[in-house]
């Protein structure tokens, strides 16, 4: 078990470089399974989620190794059409691979990816659309046995709700399936447009990608290509905010194509000053922030849910009343009887949470019950006076290339303490 130990109260100043995107990384990581040859993938965080989508593949038996922030993958000597429960339950993410697993070989074996600290998440979507796509799927004891013996068929599939991983799950399925695939009220979020991009290189035939609507016609076969990962914006975020909630100065480097513009005006509206110049982002933030206008979660472009709790850290100590609305997930303020512990006045009544800004923050100690959340502790003891000790580290993990070497450099007084 490990901690972090924050010492708050310093304004940081520096610069820090943005990785690529886990929620990117994933989906590309599973689509190497449908390409011959080799797959080069840059700019790869190097995160316990990546770790975990490295030992999948592995399992299978592609060739997979990952050297500093590149993973190279190669499908064709794959073996086993199957992911056992322990690994599917490492992360939620690893569902993706069902649709690649399904559209590579007809059939597999995959497991229920498992409950979710952010309420549940049901793949109800991901299992009807391969199903309308000609695959059946057998349910039993927590494992689907999938079987497309004729190969997956191109179909009209249209989503109740514009889910990003079972956009991605169908995606998958329909760039070797037969015929056109039409996915109407599909996710729209930029690491779509990044799987999309990927499998374009890779020879598929895809349009509409970053629309509502995705057209892809079915190939005879993918080769391998060099695809570098598209930015992490959610990570980009989360840097901006730690070092604006200490009424510091960030140069964020790697930013440009980061595709963070339905969140930056929200920090611009707290106060902070935003600027670009070539590849990297400036942020110089007040010395108090502003409270926002209600901020409701949405699909993209709406406002994402992965950066709530991380702007909600930010206002616990600006000046004036912030009002958040959670309308994708049911339980993602599990951050707030943490950020409560160190002194905010946040007060949570279904989807809404009302936050007062305070003067200050008090450092306690905390535990992070999931990625995003733990990560707007670190950005609350960065402001707080005093000691803050954040547990349960792992969840931060997975999303942040350790985190506290990355705020270290830009002037944090933090540290990673093994129990
Ligand atoms: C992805 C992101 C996650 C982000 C989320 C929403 C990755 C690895 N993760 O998760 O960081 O918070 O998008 O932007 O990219 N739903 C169903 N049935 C389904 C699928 C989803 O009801 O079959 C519901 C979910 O319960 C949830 C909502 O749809 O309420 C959004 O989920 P979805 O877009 O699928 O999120 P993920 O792809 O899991």
Do not use: W
């Amino acid at each position: 078990m490990q901690k972090l130990v924050i010492k708050g109260g310093t304004a940081l100043e520096g610069e820090i470089p943005l990785r690529g995107a886990k929620n990117s990384a994933l989906p590309l990581m599973a689509a190497t399974l449908l390409c011959k040859g080799e797959t080069v993938l840059e700019n790869c965080p190097r995160l316990t989620d990546v770790f975990s989508a490295c030992r999948i593949l592995t399992h299978t038996g592609c060739r997979c190794a990952m050297k500093e922030h590149t993973v190279v993958v190669c499908a064709d000597s794959i073996k086993l059409s199957e992911i056992p429960e322990s690994m599917m339950q490492e992360m939620r993410s690893s569902i993706v691979f069902l649709g690649a697993l399904l559209g590579k070989t007809g059939s597999c074996r995959v497991y229920y990816p498992g409950g979710c600290e952010l309420g549940p998440r049901p793949i109800d979507l991901h299992i009807e659309a391969l199903c309308r796509m000609g695959a059946r799927i057998e349910r039993c004891e927590g494992r689907l046995d999938c079987y497309a013996p004729e190969g997956l068929s191109g179909c009209n599939i249209h989503l109740k709700f514009p889910s990003v991983g079972a956009t991605e799950n169908v995606m998958l399925a329909a760039v070797l399936a037969k015929g056109e695939t039409v996915i109407s009220n599909a996710a729209r979020e930029p690491e779509i447009c990044d799987l999309a991009e990927f499998l374009r290189k890779c020879g598929a035939l895809i349009k509409g990608d970053g629309e509502s609507t995705i057209r892809i016609q079915g190939v005879k076969e993918l080769r391998g290509c060099t695809h570098r990962i598209m930015p992490d914006r959610i990570a980009g975020i989360t840097y901006l905010s730690a070092v604006a909630v200490t009424g510091g100065k960030l140069k964020l480097l790697g930013a440009k194509d980061a595709r963070m513009d339905n969140v930056l005006p929200v920090l611009e509206q707290a106060g902070c000053r935003i600027d670009k110049a070539n590849d990297a982002m400036y942020l110089c933030a007040p010395k108090r922030l502003r409270a926002v206008s209600r901020l409701r979660t949405m699909p993209h472009p709406g406002f994402p849910t992965d950066v709530q709790a991380i702007i909600m850290a930010l206002m616990t100590v600006a000046k004036g009343v912030s009002v958040f609305e959670e309308n994708i997930f049911e339980c993602r303020y599990r951050h707030v009887d943490g950020l409560v512990q160190m002194g905010a006045e946040i007060y949570v009544s279904g989807r809404i949470a009302v936050v007062n800004g305070v003067n200050r923050l008090c450092g306690a100690h905390v535990a992070a019950t999931d990625l995003r959340g733990g990560a707007a502790l670190v950005i609350a003891g960065l402001a707080a006076e005093g000691t803050t000790e954040v547990r349960q580290v792992h969840h931060i993990d997975r999303g942040y290339e350790t985190i506290e070497k990355t705020l270290e450099g830009v002037g944090a007084n933090i540290l990673r303490i093994s129990q």
